[in-house]
C-alpha cells in the first residue's frame, strides 16, 4: 500500500520503538512482539509496514546513518526483508564513508607540531571530532554495540570497520607522536588510545544511561581536556 500521511505517522513510531529495542536488546533478542506492544498495535499489524525483523533492522539502521539529515522511508508498504548480505554490504559502505575523522587524518599524515601549544591544538581536535562523530551516529552505534554482543557477523563488522578501526588508527597516532616526544603517554599507545575511546564512547553514546551531566557541548569539554590533561604535551616539548 502507498505511505500515506497517517500510515507514516505509525511508520515512525514503529521505528522509534524499534529503535529503543535494537539498541538496548541488540538485533537476536528483539522480538517483533514486543517491538508491536510498545507501539500499541497487534503483530499481525506490524506486518502490513514490514514483512520481517529484518527488513525493520534494516530500516532502522538506515534511518541512523542519515542523521543528521533527513530520512526518507519506503513509498510502498509492507517494506519487504532484504535480500541475504545486503543489510552487511550496506553498513560496510556506510562506515567506510562516515567513519573518516579529518583531524586524525591530518594528524597521521602532515607534518609534527612544532610548539608545545600545537600539539596540544592538534590532540584536542583529534579527540574533539572523535566526540562529534560519535555523537552525530549516537543512535546507530548504540545498536551496533548491542547487537554486536550476540551477533558475530555484526561484530565483526563493527569492530573492523569502526570500533577496532578508529582505536586502532588513534593508536598509531599517539605511538608517533610518543616516539616524537611530543606526547606524554601514561601507558602503551594502545591501552592509551582504549582510554580515549572509553571517554569519547561513554559521553557521546551512552551519557543518558550513565546519567552524566550537562550538554552535549558540555560533555565534549569534559572529554577534550581530560585527554589534553592526561597526556600533557607541556612536559615533553621542549
Same mark, same amino acid.
Given at each position: 500500500m502507498p505511505l500515506s500521511a497517517e500510515s507514516e505517522a505509525t511508520f515512525t513510531r514503529i521505528l522509534d520503538e524499534a529503535e529503543a529495542?535494537?539498541?538496548?536488546?541488540?538485533?537476536?533478542? $528483539?522480538?517483533?512482539?514486543e517491538v508491536a506492544a510498545a507501539v500499541g498495535v497487534s503483530e499481525p499489524a506490524l506486518y502490513r509496514y514490514f514483512r520481517g525483523k529484518d527488513a525493520l533492522f534494516e530500516q532502522v539502521l538506515r534511518r541512523a546513518a542519515a542523521s543528521p539529515g533527513p530520512y526518507e522511508p519506503p513509498q510502498n508498504? #509492507?517494506? #519487504? =526483508? #532484504?535480500e541475504p548480505g545486503q543489510i552487511e554490504s550496506f553498513l560496510r559502505a556506510f562506515f567506510e564513508e562516515s567513519r573518516r575523522v579529518a583531524a586524525l587524518e591530518r594528524a597521521l599524515l602532515g607534518p609534527a607540531p612544532r610548539t608545545t601549544e600545537e600539539a596540544r591544538t592538534e590532540l584536542? %581536535?583529534?579527540?574533539?571530532?572523535?566526540?562529534?562523530?560519535?555523537? /552525530?551516529? /549516537?543512535? %546507530?552505534?548504540?545498536?551496533? =554495540?548491542?547487537?554486536?554482543?550476540?551477533? #558475530?557477523?555484526? %561484530?565483526?563488522?563493527?569492530?573492523? =570497520?569502526?570500533?577496532?578501526?578508529? $582505536?586502532?588508527?588513534?593508536?598509531?597516532?599517539?605511538?608517533?607522536?610518543?616516539?616524537e616526544g611530543k606526547l606524554a603517554l601514561p601507558t602503551d599507545p594502545i591501552d592509551a588510545a582504549?582510554?580515549?575511546?572509553?571517554?569519547?564512547?561513554? !559521553?557521546?553514546? !551512552?551519557?543518558?544511561?550513565?546519567?552524566l551531566p550537562?550538554?552535549?557541548? !558540555?560533555?565534549? %569539554?569534559?572529554?577534550?581536556?581530560s585527554v589534553v590533561a592526561m597526556l600533557e604535551p607541556r612536559k615533553v616539548i621542549r
Open positions: 529495542l535494537f539498541a538496548t536488546r541488540g538485533y537476536r533478542r $528483539t522480538r517483533l512482539s508498504l #509492507p517494506v #519487504p =526483508n #532484504p584536542a %581536535g583529534v579527540v574533539g571530532e572523535l566526540f562529534d562523530l560519535a555523537t /552525530r551516529y /549516537r543512535a %546507530g552505534a548504540r545498536i551496533m =554495540n548491542a547487537s554486536a554482543l550476540e551477533s #558475530p557477523e555484526l %561484530g565483526r563488522i563493527w569492530d573492523e =570497520n569502526v570500533r577496532g578501526y578508529l $582505536t586502532r588508527a588513534v593508536e598509531r597516532y599517539l605511538g608517533q607522536r610518543s616516539d582504549v582510554v580515549v575511546a572509553s571517554l569519547v564512547t561513554s !559521553h557521546a553514546v !551512552h551519557a543518558v544511561e550513565l546519567g550537562g550538554s552535549v557541548e !558540555h560533555r565534549r %569539554g569534559v572529554v577534550v581536556a
